[in-house]
């Protein structure tokens, strides 16, 4: 049998270790059948073995955020209640030292006849609070929550809004050295959705271990150092939170996790082009010029620690950046227009082809995307060795920094089907004389308009 134990924390040694866990249910057909097995007098066998977790393993050490994906079970919430004790692995273990406020679902661990403040005292008690610290934590589960009158009535007369609200109100409020969060805040409305957003990075401030599972890329990207994929059960990627989110995509995809390439092989040995040149000579060139092999390594904005994958079928095989008189320019500056345009070429009959594009920060957090879908836009159906362009114009209010952009073309039938994407394609680095926090820039100017004969007062 599995074990899971706790342990006073120790500097630098991890706070939660799983080792070769698995869990398994028993599956039975009907109620009818747990009966016959619980009552055969041989133990006749009425159910199917099912493997949530196999042979899992990992460890988190203090400070660390970790962004679990995998899709629609997986084993995600299996792994979280496990470490949380709320179940026993079947083999393995797990040890967590500290303690640990877990947000596992709407109203885990509530009486629906106990009050939102009887519920909390439980859970405070429950953590290992003394009565004198849970009095103290109350006002300010309270306060966090804001549910008003409702913190004095029963649980069962709850929006699941206000579940959620005093689930974390009070999940945070027990002094946890983990916070385990498995989707639970998105039934949540904007404001709170803030404050909860604003206590998290408070956590990873105060280098609090924080273990999220989502389905949000984007959320891994932004938020963990780390992210871990798991897929039937089985831990298939452990490590950087934007490669993992490549290897999710592709599961989401239904391809095979790492079967694209990080690097493309050059073709043809075709030299770069050079960043000042005439535009419009370019452009008609690019337009009316049959692709021989892949041109994208030429181009002068071109990231050679792209990633690609896909089914085959098409292939994107080049591309333009155009900016006033310049093509592919080292440095494109804030508040311009700039000119994408992209080249495909099909390898078999697609009947709703569609095509895509992401705009991602250094860090993998998505800036903008849009894709033909989206937009409405009516791609003609193509045939094996049919070419198409696809143009986005972007105006390029951002910060200075560098972005990356991903493309993608899918075959959107009754069945998406992704033909081939190429993340971090394109390495666009952006200038801006107008020092700006965030990622965006919308051109915010402060100016002083008081009056000259306003006099200043002084309140004593």
């Not at 995809?253 to 990080?262: E, I, N, T």
């Not at 569609?354 to 836009?377: A, C, H, Y």
Request: aromatic fraction near 8%; charged fraction near 20%.
């Amino acid at each position: 049998m599995g074990a899971v134990s706790a342990c006073l924390p120790v500097s630098l040694s991890p706070v939660v270790r799983v080792d070769n866990v698995s869990k398994k249910f028993k599956l039975f057909a009907s109620p009818a059948n747990r009966l016959k097995e619980a009552l055969h007098p041989f133990r006749k066998k009425y159910h199917n073995d099912f493997w949530a977790l196999k042979d899992v393993s990992f460890s988190v050490p203090p400070g660390q955020t970790v962004g679990i994906l995998g899709r629609n079970g997986s084993g995600k919430s299996t792994l979280l209640q496990i470490i949380c004790s709320i179940l026993r692995p079947t083999l393995g273990s797990v040890s967590a030292c500290g303690r640990i406020a877990a947000l596992l679902e709407l109203g885990a661990g509530f009486n629906p006849e106990f009050t939102g403040r009887d519920n909390a005292i439980f859970q405070c008690r429950l953590s290992g609070l003394t009565m004198n610290e849970t009095r103290h934590r109350l006002e300010l589960i309270r306060e966090f929550a804001d549910i008003g009158q409702f913190f004095d009535q029963p649980v069962k007369t709850y929006s699941s809004g206000m579940f959620v609200r005093l689930a974390f109100a009070t999940a945070i409020n027990v002094d946890p050295d983990i916070l385990v969060i498995d989707e639970a805040l998105a039934v949540g409305d904007a404001r709170f959705q803030r404050k909860c957003y604003q206590q998290f990075l408070d956590y990873q401030q105060g280098h609090k271990t924080i273990l999220l599972v989502t389905h949000s890329i984007d959320i891994v990207a932004r938020h963990c150092d780390r992210a871990i994929l798991l897929d039937q059960g089985r831990l298939i990627k452990d490590g950087d939170p934007k490669e993992v989110g490549d290897a999710y995509t592709e599961l989401l995809f239904g391809l095979a996790v790492d079967g694209g390439k990080r690097t493309l092989a050059k073709t043809n040995a075709i030299k770069p082009v050079s960043s000042q040149v005439d535009a419009d000579g370019k452009l008609d060139e690019f337009l009316f010029t049959h692709p021989g092999g892949d041109r994208c390594p030429s181009r002068c904005t071109y990231n050679k620690s792209e990633y690609v994958y896909g089914e085959g079928g098409g292939a994107i095989v080049d591309y333009l950046v155009v900016s006033g008189s310049s093509q592919d320019p080292s440095v494109l500056q804030a508040h311009t227009c700039v000119d994408l345009y992209v080249k495909v070429v099909y390898e078999r009959e697609v009947r709703s082809p569609t095509f895509g594009v992401t705009i991602q920060t250094l860090e993998g957090m998505i800036v903008s995307g849009s894709s033909t879908n989206l937009r409405k836009v009516v791609v003609r159906p193509v045939q094996p060795g049919d070419v198409r362009i696809f143009k986005i114009r972007l105006q390029l209010a951002l910060r200075a920094g560098d972005y990356f952009v991903s493309c993608g073309i899918a075959d959107h039938g009754d069945e998406l089907h992704m033909l081939q994407c190429r993340n971090d394609l394109i390495h666009l680095m952006v200038g801006n004389e107008h020092p700006v926090s965030g990622v965006a820039d919308l051109g915010i100017r402060i100016s002083d308009e008081t009056p000259a004969n306003v006099e200043a007062k002084t309140c004593l």
